[in-house]
């Protein structure tokens, strides 16, 4: 059977990876506040991260968990990726484990103290900037380099921990997917009220991910999904949206749309959250 490409291989590959890293947690640790945090991947740009200026840490795990879209009054802060998760209950345990252990120790800092659960960032502004000539000019820039090379570093470390966790989890899928038709409890049918699939235009998909809003809808769809098998994740992502969008449809899309050419399937939050 021939498998769902969205174009090109690249652009399948950028679509599934941004699907994969959609709904990923970052613990951090804030440079210059020494404080852990769990972040959303969103959060970050680069080596800053975006943080609400919100006092209850009840308010800031909620943004948290929606993984929110950062607000013009957000700051910003130099911040290093120490680990990097899937999911927010598995960053919990990286963080608590940071609080005891070395584990997440970084190149730039020592960990210290933290309660449990997310705490409260307090900034600390920075001194307006002061131009001065010295003999230490040459050791500032030295410091610089180093900060960006252990920057990099944590960056790599990240990267590489949510691959072994992809692995693992490719693991689990097959473990599933092989006790699922052992005996016999997969389910090919669709709801009945389901929207027809696959969709043939914008406007099929955008009902399609209303229909999703719906707590009992979501849950039924994961389940007819849940059968769908792969030798890897991005073959099990790439056969779901073979049902879900037909080839023509697939053409007017990529991850975030480029300028009238092509549409952003990104936007359909319900869609790419089944998916994960």
């Known amino acids: 059977m021939k498998l769902f490409i969205f174009v090109h291989d690249e652009q399948e590959l950028n679509l599934i990876s941004s699907l994969i890293l959609l709904h990923s947690f970052h613990v951090v640790q804030f440079i210059d506040e020494g404080t852990i945090e769990i972040v959303p991947n969103n959060w970050?740009?680069?080596s800053k991260c975006f943080w609400p200026p919100l006092?209850?840490?009840s308010q800031i795990k909620k943004l948290v968990l929606l993984s929110a879209e950062p607000a013009g009054n957000w700051r910003k802060y130099?911040?290093?990726i120490m680990k990097t998760t899937r999911t927010y209950e598995k960053a919990e345990k990286k963080l608590k484990k940071a609080m005891f252990t070395s584990e997440l120790s970084s190149d730039c800092s020592v960990l210290s103290e933290h309660i449990a659960g997310p705490s409260t960032l307090t900034p600390k502004f920075p001194c307006p900037p002061v131009e001065e000539i010295s003999s230490h000019t040459q050791e500032t820039s030295n410091s610089a380099v180093a900060k960006i090379a252990a920057s990099m570093e944590a960056f790599q470390r990240s990267v590489f921990h949510l691959l072994e966790e992809i692995k693992e989890e490719q693991k689990e899928l097959r473990a599933m997917f092989a006790s699922n038709f052992s005996q016999g409890k997969h389910n090919t049918?669709?709801?009945p009220d389901c929207p027809r699939l696959p969709?043939?235009?914008p406007e099929e998909l955008s009902?399609?991910?209303t229909y999703l809003e719906d707590t009992k809808n979501f849950s039924l769809m994961c389940k007819h999904f849940g059968s769908v098998g792969g030798s890897t994740m991005n073959n099990v992502v790439r056969r779901i949206l073979q049902s879900i969008l037909s080839n023509s449809l697939s053409m007017q899309y990529n991850w975030r749309g480029t300028g009238g050419l092509k549409l952003a399937f990104s936007?359909?939050?319900n869609?790419?959250?089944m998916l994960m």
């Open 267 to 269: 936007r359909f939050s």
């Open 78 to 80: 130099d911040a290093i």
């Open 44 to 46: 970050m740009t680069g």
């Open 199 to 201: 969709c043939t235009s």
């Open 271 to 273: 869609i790419c959250k």
């Open 207 to 209: 009902s399609l991910n």
């Open 55 to 57: 006092a209850r840490p």
């Open 189 to 191: 049918e669709l709801p």
